[in-house]
Each structure stands twice: as structure tokens, then as C-alpha cells.
């Protein structure tokens, strides 16, 4: 069955980096692109970004921009997220979650999510 | 960016029928698909309507997806009071800086 496991909660200082990991299973990965969502307390879903893992092409939120960097290790079947500079309000939940290709949207498998909260 | 607006709250009581509502724009729900989620709280968020109104394998017939023009509805008949969460409309978004996806602010449902 799909499973889309990520890495622990973290704690982070302003300025630093954060790397979430999503280890992915049950399925191809070239059929699909994962995608990274993201859910600070209270606030709505944000979506950051995606991989396609057909051909390891990524796409990534204007907002994001220059700060998120998308990877993925075929032999380790993980994706990963990389956030620099952090602020405050990245404090949130991160969600990988898997999308058919093609059907941008359909979020069909989600990750458990990971806790980053940035504190000084 | 462009943004989904949905009702911050919707309630009923159990067997009843409730409607959530999501305004959009011709650049995204205009043209594009709509998907639903529902979220419990400290939970990851699930599929429950893809494509505007296709029902992933295991979603109750009492969730039904509609659009037309520049909005789309969630429809829940038969109210429960598992079906307490929270709701997100989903599709992209076709802006010059090329697809995002965007949300809806999502909406609080109480069971009665």
C-alpha cells in the first residue's frame, strides 16, 4: 500500500535551514509528482511546490522562490524539502503529498506531516 | 497571488443536508478542476472529490462536488457527526508566473 512517511519535528533558529524528508512506498514514483504543502497554526493550506518524478523537474511557488529546493533520491525512494532562511512565520506543517501526473491538485496520498516551529 | 474564498463556518444537525461554497475566477476555478478535502484536527488532510465531482474509491455517496462558471460546492447529505472538520477547495491557478496550486481558507463544519 502507499505509504508517504516523513522525518521529525524540528526546531529551528531565524536565518537557519531545515530539511524535511518524505520517505515514499508502495507505488512508481516516475508516475507521480510529489508536491509540498505546508499549514501554519490556524491559517489556511499553502502550497509550496513540486517534483516531478517522471522527469525530476521542479515547479515552485512564486512565494517560495529562491528559498525551497525540492529533491529526490531515487535509491533511498525519498523526497526531500529544503527551506532557507528562516523566519518566524515559517513556523507550520509540512506535508509532502503525492499527485498523479497531470492532475495538478489531486493531492490522492499525504505524508503525516512534520512540525517545524523557527524560535529564537 | 489569487485566492479561493470559502464560508469561514457551516454547521447542521445529523441528517441533514449542508452545502460549503467556493468562489474562485476565471483563471482558476473558470478552467480548471476542483478538488475537496476534509481535515480533521491534527490530521493530514484527505481526498474526498477530484475533477469537480469524482469520488476517490471509499468516499460515502453523501459527499457530492459540483462547479459551474467561476464557483464550485461541497455537498454533505445525510449529516454524521464524524463528518465534524474542516473543508479546503483546491485547484490551480493559471497566472503568468505559470501553475500553482491554491486553496480555499477552509471551512469549519460543527456537527449540531
Known amino acids: 500500500q502507499v505509504q508517504l512517511v516523513q522525518s521529525g519535528a524540528e526546531v529551528k533558529k531565524p536565518g537557519a535551514s531545515v530539511k524535511v524528508s518524505c520517505k515514499a512506498s508502495?507505488?512508481?514514483?516516475?508516475?507521480?509528482?510529489m508536491h509540498w504543502v505546508r499549514q501554519a497554526p490556524g491559517q489556511r493550506l499553502e502550497w509550496m511546490g513540486w517534483?516531478?518524478?517522471?522527469?525530476?523537474?521542479?515547479k515552485y511557488s512564486q512565494k517560495f522562490q529562491g528559498r525551497v529546493t525540492l529533491t529526490w533520491d531515487t535509491s533511498a525512494s525519498t523526497a526531500y524539502m529544503d527551506l532557507s532562511s528562516l523566519r518566524s512565520e515559517d513556523t507550520a506543517v509540512y506535508y509532502c503529498a503525492r499527485v498523479p501526473l497531470g492532475q495538478l491538485g489531486h493531492f490522492d496520498f499525504w505524508g503525516q506531516g512534520t512540525l517545524v516551529t523557527v524560535s529564537s | 497571488q489569487s485566492v479561493l474564498t470559502q464560508p469561514p463556518s457551516a454547521s447542521g444537525t445529523p441528517g441533514q443536508r449542508v452545502t460549503i461554497s467556493c468562489s474562485g475566477s476565471s483563471s482558476n476555478i473558470g478552467s480548471n478542476y476542483v478538488y475537496w478535502y476534509q481535515q480533521v484536527p491534527g490530521a493530514a488532510p484527505k481526498v474526498l472529490v477530484y475533477?469537480?465531482?469524482q469520488r476517490p474509491s471509499g468516499v460515502p455517496d453523501r459527499f457530492s462536488g459540483s462547479k459551474s462558471g467561476t464557483s464550485a460546492s461541497l455537498a454533505i447529505s445525510g449529516l454524521r457527526s464524524e463528518d465534524e472538520a474542516d473543508y479546503y477547495c483546491?485547484?490551480?491557478?493559471?497566472?503568468?508566473?505559470?501553475?500553482?496550486?491554491?486553496f480555499g481558507g477552509g471551512t469549519k463544519l460543527t456537527v449540531l
Open positions: 517534483i516531478n518524478g517522471g522527469n525530476g523537474i521542479t
Open positions: 475533477r469537480n465531482n
Open positions: 508502495g507505488y512508481t514514483f516516475s508516475r507521480y509528482g
Open positions: 483546491a485547484t490551480w491557478d493559471d497566472s503568468v508566473s505559470g501553475p500553482h496550486v491554491i
